[in-house]
């Protein structure tokens, strides 16, 4: 199948491999079944490029098992991007029209729509109040995505507060036609969908220097996604917890005195894997609460463990989304620390519901309650 040929070497890395990635995978440890481990599912990719097998809608299935977490990538010998290799696949299973149906609403909404939540995304975004920031002419750009936008408006102003307290000179983009990044469409196999969502996009943040984010997986689309796909755009990426880091190393903002709760940090996987920032947010957790108040999972930095919210899992298989969430938590309950911290909305929002009576926080949202004035 000439239209997997360039993924060949690692698809057949995988098929002969001794399946180092299998205890890594949180899907396969959540359904304790050899079919949907990483290497299987390289090895099914492999019968479909030999024409052993068919794609139809039980092969697609299992392509749609993956949380694209980079998990087993961290664990193997010659990082072979096990997720990569998904989102084609996906692409394939949307080609012959055999994706999951509970996909097909989703794909539709971002097709009409530029995103996943539909028209009242520019409504969420309009009530935030930054009209007078949007195409504002600056170096640097604020791109808040559409999971902070429709889900978590006090961390959109936590963000611009901490911009502002720094005496950051910034826009705000709000395309009403463009407020997400594009990755809902990739993970779902629409990938001609995603392909002019990244186009559109590009043509509107080439005019900028910088591009800042809360979100991970908007600045891995602008960074690796975009570019796999053949549209690269120039602009550096930087996520909010790196600039804040920076800020408070350099001393252009202060914190007040520190939380007297105990807090355990969550890495986000894109975060710690595809940027490797993990220090950053340690380093704010460090000037928000005494030391002997911070957590740590088992599972951390570039090892992390999935919490379940990645891959689309939540929308085609939400009781695997919560097997893979609550074994994330067990570490937690364990430590019983008061607040769970994190840095990536999709995150936060897969714990919020997984257990609301955790308290799940952004962790620029507890430093911009921290601000020294």
Not at 192 to 210: H, I, Q, V, W
Not at 266 to 294: N, Q, T, W
């Amino acid at each position: 199948m000439t239209v997997l040929a360039k993924y060949a070497k690692d698809i057949t890395y995988c098929t002969y491999c001794p399946r180092l990635c299998r205890f890594a995978c949180p899907v396969t440890n959540a359904e304790t079944r050899e079919t949907v481990t990483p290497t299987n599912k390289m090895n099914l990719l492999e019968l479909l490029r030999s024409g052993a097998v068919q794609m139809d809608a039980g092969v697609a299935d299992i392509f749609y098992r993956c949380a694209g977490c980079l998990t087993c990538r961290a664990y193997c010998k010659w990082r072979i991007d096990v997720p990569r290799v998904m989102e084609r696949a996906r692409a394939l299973a949307v080609e012959k029209g055999v994706q999951p149906e509970c996909l097909n609403r989703h794909i539709s909404t971002f097709a009409e729509q530029g995103n996943p939540y539909g028209k009242a995304l520019a409504a969420k975004f309009n009530a935030l109040g930054l009209e007078d920031r949007v195409d504002k002419t600056a170096d640097t750009l604020l791109f808040l995505g559409c999971t902070t936008i429709f889900h978590f408006p006090d961390l959109a102003k936590a963000i611009v507060k901490l911009l502002d307290a720094a005496g950051i000179d910034f826009a705000v983009h709000g395309d009403a036609d463009a407020l997400c990044c594009g990755t809902p469409a990739l993970y779902s196999g629409a990938h001609k969908d995603f392909e002019s969502a990244a186009r559109r996009l590009k043509s509107k943040l080439g005019r900028y220097k910088t591009i800042i984010s809360g979100c991970p997986s908007c600045l891995a689309s602008f960074s690796i996604k975009y570019p796999e796909h053949g549209i690269p755009q120039r602009a550096a990426v930087l996520h909010t917890t790196e600039l804040a880091a920076q800020l408070l190393d350099s001393k252009r903002i202060k914190v007040r005195e520190p939380f007297a709760q105990s807090a355990m940090y969550h890495d986000p996987c894109h975060l710690a894997k595809y940027f490797g920032i993990y220090d950053a947010p340690r380093r704010i957790l460090s000037a928000l609460f005494e030391p002997d108040r911070v957590f740590e999972f088992s599972w951390n930095r570039d090892k992390n463990y999935c919490c379940g919210g990645g891959g689309l899992i939540p929308v085609t298989d939400p009781a695997l989304s919560k097997s893979i969430t609550r074994k994330r938590l067990e570490q937690f309950y364990e430590a019983a620390p008061d607040i769970l911290v994190t840095a990536c909305p999709t995150c936060e929002r897969t714990f919020h519901r997984a257990d609301p009576d955790i308290e799940t926080r952004d962790l620029i949202e507890l430093l911009a309650e921290r601000l020294d004035a």
